[in-house]
C-alpha cells in the first residue's frame, strides 16, 4: 500500500526539522568555540575523589590531559537549538498566514510543552552546575559546582511536577506492555515517572570519553522519535528529530579530539526531556532496552559503590563501566564506538518490541 498524502509531508516535516536544526547547530558552534576558550570555561583542575570521598588516582591519571583546557558547556549547544528553532517556528506560524510554517511549527500543547519546558528547566540548572565548576580553581570536592544532593533535588521536584501533570492533567493511569496491552496502575503512575527520571539523572555519568554521549544519545532519540512518528504523535517525532540535529551538530565538534564536553548543561536536559518522552509515547516499559547503555553505565556505579561499602573492595577498575574498559587498556575511541554499536542496536530492538500490537 502506497504512502498517503499526509504520511510522505509529515516525513518531510521530521526530516526537514532535522536538517534545519543540524544547520543552524553548526552555523551556531563556532560562536559558541569562541566565547567558551575566550573565557576559559573548563576546569583547572581534574578531580580526585569519587562520590563516596575515596581517592581515584587511577581516574586522574587516565584523565589528566582530559578534563583541563577542554571547555564543559558544549551541551548549551543542543538545548539552545532546539529552543531557538521552535520558538522562531511558532512564531512565524502564529504570526503569518503561510501554510508552510504551520505545517513546520511542532510546537504544541498536547506533544511537545511539557518535553521543551523540561528540557530547559532542567538545562538550566546544569548551566549553573558547569559554571560553577569551571569557576573553582581546585576541585575539592568529587565533582564541583552544585551538590549533588541539590541537583537531585530541584530534579525530584521537576518529576514531581511531571509525574502529577500525567496523571492529573493528563488523566493517564495506564501504561502500555508490548504483547499485552494497557496496564491499569493508578496512582502508582506517579512514583514510576519520578523513578524513571531519577534513574535517567543518575546516567549522567556517561558524559567522560570523547564522543560517547553524543553518540547514545542520539540512537536513543531516534528510536523514540520513530515510535512517535509511528504513533501520529508528529510534533514529538520533530521534537526528537530537532534534538538528533543538534546532538550530531555537537557531535561533529565533540569526537576525538573534542572540542568541548557536553556537560551537565546538556546532560540534565536530555535525560529529563527523555523521561517525558518515553511516557508521552506509552513507551516507558523499553526505556530499558532503548537506553540500554545508560542502564548499565547506573548499574555499574551502583554495584562499585555498593561493593566498596559493603565488601572493601571494588569490582571495576573504575566506575562507571566505560572508565573500566579504558583502565584496562581500551584506547577510549574503541569503548565509544563499541558503546555506539550496542546502543543502536539495543535501541532498534527496543523500537520494535515498543510498537508490537500498535
Known amino acids: 500500500m502506497p504512502p498517503t498524502t499526509d504520511a510522505i509531508a509529515n516525513a518531510i516535516k521530521v526530516f526537514g526539522l532535522f536538517s534545519v536544526s543540524f544547520l543552524l547547530a553548526m552555523l551556531l558552534t563556532p560562536l559558541l568555540i569562541y566565547y567558551m576558550y575566550k573565557y576559559r ?69 498536547n506533544q511537545t510543552w511539557l518535553p521543551l519546558f523540561i528540557l530547559l528547566a532542567s538545562s538550566l540548572l546544569g ?15 568529587a565533582s564541583g559546582g552544585i551538590k549533588f544532593r541539590h541537583r537531585l533535588a530541584v ?56 564522543g560517547l554521549a553524543g553518540g547514545v544519545f542520539a540512537s536513543i532519540f531516534t528510536a523514540y522519535g520513530g515510535i512517535a512518528f509511528f504513533r501520529g504523535q508528529i510534533d514529538l517525532a520533530g521534537f526528537c528529530a530537532v534534538i538528533i540535529g543538534a546532538l550530531l551538530a555537537f557531535l561533529w565538534y565533540n569526537i576525538p579530539p573534542a572540542r568541548f564536553y557536553m556537560g551537565e548543561s546538556g546532560i540534565l536536559g536530555l535525560t529529563t526531556s527523555l523521561t517525558v518522552i518515553a511516557f508521552l ?40 563501566i566505560h572508565h573500566h574498559f579504558e583502565a584496562i587498556g581500551w584506547p577510549a575511541p574503541k569503548v565509544t564506538m563499541r558503546f555506539w554499536v550496542v ?16
Open 41 to 109: 570555561l573548563w576546569r583547572k583542575d581534574v578531580r580526585t575523589s569519587s562520590p563516596d570521598g575515596t581517592k581515584t588516582p587511577l581516574f586522574a591519571a587516565l584523565h589528566k590531559d582530559r578534563e583541563t583546557a577542554v571547555p564543559r558547556l558544549g551541551g548549551v549547544l543542543i538545548w539552545l537549538t532546539t529552543t531557538s528553532l521552535a520558538l522562531l517556528l511558532w512564531v512565524a506560524a502564529k504570526f503569518t498566514t503561510i501554510s508552510f510554517w504551520t505545517k513546520a511549527n511542532f510546537l504544541s500543547r
Open 281 to 320: 509515547t506509552d513507551s516507558a516499559v523499553v526505556l530499558p532496552i532503548i537506553g540500554f547503555i545508560l542502564m548499565v553505565e547506573v548499574i555499574s556505579d551502583v554495584i562499585q559503590f555498593c561493593s566498596k561499602r559493603f565488601r572493601g573492595k571494588k569490582i571495576f577498575l573504575i566506575a562507571p
Open 343 to 358: 546502543g543502536t542496536v539495543m535501541a532498534i530492538i527496543g523500537m520494535a518490541i515498543a510498537l508490537i500490537g500498535r
Open 155 to 210: 530534579i525530584f521536584l521537576i518529576a514531581l511536577s511531571g509525574g502529577l501533570w500525567f496523571y492529573y492533567k493528563l488523566g493517564w493511569r495506564t501504561i502500555y506492555i508490548p504483547g499485552h496491552g494497557n496496564l491499569f496502575i493508578g496512582i502508582w503512575y506517579v512514583p514510576l515517572f519520578i523513578a524513571a527520571m531519577i534513574i535517567l539523572f543518575s546516567s549522567s555519568i556517561i558524559d567522560g570519553i570523547d
Open 127 to 141: 548551566l549553573a552546575d558547569d559554571l560553577l565548576q569551571v569557576r573553582e580553581k581546585k576541585i575539592k570536592k
